[in-house]
């Protein structure tokens, strides 16, 4: 799970430039509600509107891909 936001909330109430925000993880949402409390989790969905969380599950590991041990047409 991936989210990815320009915090428009947060920088119309501090008055300031927007500020991305990315963060990936291996927890499902309940796993990131647990981790972070239910309060931390409900303020990025709020910074995060839908279709700024992106799922990675299933993707080719770039890394490999990048450091040539894998290519993901074999």
Known sequence: MAF???WTEYERRNGRFPVS???TTNLDETGMIDLLE?????????MCP???IV???GLDDYRRIKSG?????K
């Open 4 to 6: 990815l936001s320009f």
């Open 21 to 23: 925000l990315f963060i």
């Open 38 to 46: 239910a309060a931390v989790w409900s303020r990025l969905l709020e």
């Open 50 to 52: 839908r279709g700024y």
């Open 55 to 57: 799922e990675l599950t």
């Open 69 to 73: 041990r894998f290519s993901p047409d």
